[in-house]
C-alpha cells in the first residue's frame, strides 16, 4: 500500500500539466494530501546571478639582458613618469637591482592608469607596489623553505659530472664535490672507474616540492684505494668550511686543476715534439682540453702579474702567489683579469680558447716555485700543508661528528652490499 501511494506520488509530481489544461487529473488531491503528510516542504532559493567583477589580470614582462626599468614599464605600456612615481618609495631602491628572469608586473586601475606593480625576485620573495592618491606604498612578502637532508652514491665509470647525474644529482652538488674535494682530487686526472662517493648533502622545499638544492653536509671519495672524507662545520665565531675528520682543512693552498674538470690533452713533458713548430720544444706545465668558453680559474690567492697577448701564449694571465709560487695561464679565449688585481681562489679569471699557438681549444697550465717549472701534477706534495681547527675547536667539531660519521658509513654499508649483489649477479650468468 506505501509502495503504491510513492509511486502514484512520483508520477503526479512528474506530470506537470501543460499551461493551457485546465482539467484536474482523478486523485490529484489525495496524491497532495499523502504529499504534504509524508514529505517534507522544499524550498528552492533563486539567486539574482548577476556577473561578479574579477580583478583586472597582470600583465607581465621578463627582465631581458641590458634591460633597465624604463624599457620594461615601456613595453608595458606605462611613461617615466610612472617609473619615477614607483622607484621613488620606500622599497623602490630594489627595482634598481634587477637580474635577467626576474619578473615585472603591471596591473592597471579602471581609468586606466597604473595601479600596482610587482617585482618578481624569485618563488620566495616578491615586491608589491600599490597606488594611494599619487603616492605608491611597497609591501614585501618573504617565504622560508623547509630543509631537509637527502644522501646519494656516486659510482664513477667515466667522470665525476657523468656519475653525478646518473644519482640523479644537480650541476650544482656534483661542482659542490668539486669545489669541497678540489685540493686534493684533480677530477679531470685523477678519478678511475670504480671510484665511488657516498655523500649527504641538503635540499630545499617549498610547498611539498623541491625549490632547489642546498649544501653539502658530509661527503667520503674513495679514489683508488684511498678514501679522503669531508665534513661541514661552522665554527665558534661563524665561519663555515670543510674539514677532514681529524680537523684539517680542505682548502688547500692551490686547486689541483684550476678549471672545470673535463679531460686532459697533453701531460707535463720537458722533451715533446710541439705540435705546431714540428720542433722539440719542453712542455712544462698540464694542458686541459675543454670546450671554448669554459670557465678558468684562479688556482689559489694571489695578485696578477701580467694580462696580456703574444704571438705564441695567445690571450695569457700570469699570478704571484706570495714570493715562491706563480702560475701561468694560456691560450685563453677571453681574459677576465687585469694586471695588479687580486684574486682569490675559484675566482674566474678567464676562460678557455685556442689563441696564440694553439691546436685547439684548451688551457695550458704551469706552476713555477722560486722561478723554475714544476710539473703541476706533481708540486702539490712539496707545498705548505693546509691549516688545521684550532685546539680550542676541537672538542666542538668532534661532537659534530657523530650523525654525520654515521650516515656515511651506513652509506658505505649499502654501496658494498649493493656491489656485491651486482658481482654475484654478473658471476653467475
Do not use: C
Amino acid at each position: 500500500m506505501l509502495a503504491a501511494t510513492v509511486v502514484g506520488l512520483f508520477l503526479v509530481i512528474m506530470a506537470i500539466p501543460d499551461s493551457d489544461t485546465s482539467v484536474e487529473k482523478a486523485g490529484s488531491s489525495l496524491a497532495d494530501s499523502v504529499a504534504e503528510a509524508a514529505l517534507p516542504a522544499l524550498h528552492f532559493v533563486v539567486v539574482d546571478a548577476k556577473a561578479i567583477p574579477l580583478p583586472p589580470p597582470w600583465h607581465e614582462e621578463t627582465v631581458r639582458e641590458g634591460d633597465n626599468l624604463s624599457l620594461i614599464f615601456s613595453r608595458a605600456g606605462f611613461s617615466e613618469r610612472d617609473v619615477y612615481e614607483v622607484s621613488r618609495t620606500d622599497g623602490g631602491r630594489g627595482l634598481r637591482k634587477i637580474y635577467p628572469g626576474q619578473t615585472i608586473a603591471f596591473m592597471t586601475g579602471e581609468n586606466g592608469e597604473l595601479d600596482k606593480v610587482k617585482h618578481i625576485e624569485s618563488k620566495l620573495k616578491w615586491t608589491v607596489f600599490t597606488r594611494e592618491g599619487n603616492n605608491f606604498i611597497s609591501s614585501v612578502t618573504k617565504r622560508s623553505t623547509e630543509l631537509r637532508q637527502e644522501s646519494a652514491i656516486l659510482r664513477i665509470q667515466s667522470s665525476l659530472f657523468l656519475a653525478g647525474e646518473r644519482a640523479g644529482l644537480s650541476n650544482r652538488v656534483i661542482m659542490g664535490l668539486a669545489d669541497v674535494f678540489g685540493g686534493v682530487i684533480d677530477f679531470a686526472l685523477d678519478p678511475r672507474v670504480g671510484d665511488t662517493i657516498e655523500l649527504v648533502y641538503e635540499t630545499q622545499w617549498l610547498d611539498g616540492e623541491k625549490y632547489a638544492d642546498g649544501a653539502i653536509v658530509a661527503a667520503a671519495f674513495t679514489n683508488r684505494g684511498t678514501t679522503f672524507d669531508a665534513f661541514r662545520y661552522t665554527d665558534s665565531q661563524g665561519d663555515m668550511s670543510y674539514y677532514n675528520s681529524e680537523g684539517v682543512s680542505m682548502r688547500k693552498a692551490f686547486l689541483k686543476a684550476p678549471l672545470d674538470f673535463t679531460r686532459v690533452s697533453s701531460n707535463f713533458n720537458p722533451n715533446r715534439l710541439h705540435p705546431i713548430y714540428k720542433t722539440k720544444r719542453p712542455h712544462r706545465g698540464t694542458d686541459y682540453a675543454a670546450p671554448r668558453g669554459t670557465p678558468v680559474y684562479a688556482a689559489g690567492d694571489g695578485r696578477v702579474v701580467e694580462a696580456g697577448y703574444t704571438r705564441a701564449n695567445g690571450n695569457y694571465v700570469f699570478i704571484q702567489h706570495g714570493e715562491s709560487y706563480k702560475t701561468h695561464y694560456l691560450h685563453l679565449h677571453k681574459r677576465r683579469v687585469k694586471q695588479g688585481q687580486r684574486v682569490t681562489q675559484g675566482e674566474i679569471i678567464g676562460t678557455v680558447g685556442s689563441t696564440g699557438a694553439a691546436t685547439g681549444p684548451h688551457l695550458h697550465y704551469e706552476f713555477l716555485v722560486r722561478g723554475v717549472h714544476q710539473n703541476p701534477r706533481r708540486v702539490h706534495k712539496s707545498l705548505p700543508k693546509a691549516k688545521s681547527l684550532p685546539a680550542s675547536e676541537m672538542a666542538r667539531f668532534k661532537s659534530t661528528l657523530q650523525t654525520p660519521l654515521q650516515q656515511l658509513a651506513a652509506l658505505h654499508q649499502d654501496n658494498r652490499l649493493a656491489m656485491g649483489q651486482a658481482t654475484g649477479s654478473s658471476g653467475g650468468e
